[in-house]
């Protein structure tokens, strides 16, 4: 197998990786924050769950990218070190993005558990902070489609 098929295999595992392990760092974090809550306020199990969930989305996001590289066309044993180095790249950098943001995004959706909790109304307010560090992931997502369309 070619050097630059293994540096693009290398690029696609990390991006599903780092973003599913970012995902699953990020669900627990709103997780722990759920069953802490729900000590509290067991009604607002609707809303802990919705914020837990949400960091969820960046290993979606991994496992997308991955599809958009992996086809023929893009992965191939003719394909140039400068190909393999564009898929290496994208999968880096969609992998740690996702990473990064999730584990944020689950801290946000935790203080907003915690709160909640605590009997304040800020579910909508917490939906709308923690959209900022998805952004992130989804710009990193964009790009994949972007270095994508460069290499094809």
């Not at 919705?50 to 990218?65: H, K, R």
């Not at 590289?69 to 140039?80: F, L, R």
């Amino acid at each position: 197998m070619e050097a630059a098929v293994i540096l693009a295999y290398i690029g696609l595992g990390l991006m599903v990786g780092l973003a599913g392990v970012g995902s699953a760092i990020g669900v627990s974090i709103g997780g722990n924050a759920t069953i802490g809550s729900l000590k509290k306020r067991d009604e607002g199990f609707g809303q802990y769950m919705i914020l837990s969930a949400l960091p969820g989305t960046q290993g979606l996001y991994g496992f997308a990218g991955f599809f958009i590289m992996n086809t023929p066309e893009i992965i191939k044993a003719d394909m140039t070190m400068l190909q393999g180095i564009a898929v290496l790249s994208a999968g880096f950098a969609l992998g740690l993005v996702g990473l990064i943001s999730a584990i944020k995004q689950g801290q946000v959706c935790a203080n907003g558990i915690a709160a909640i909790g605590s009997g304040h109304n800020v579910f909508g307010k917490t939906m709308v902070l923690a959209v900022f560090p998805e952004l992130y992931a989804i710009v990193a997502f964009a790009a994949t489609f972007l270095i994508k369309g460069a290499i094809a």
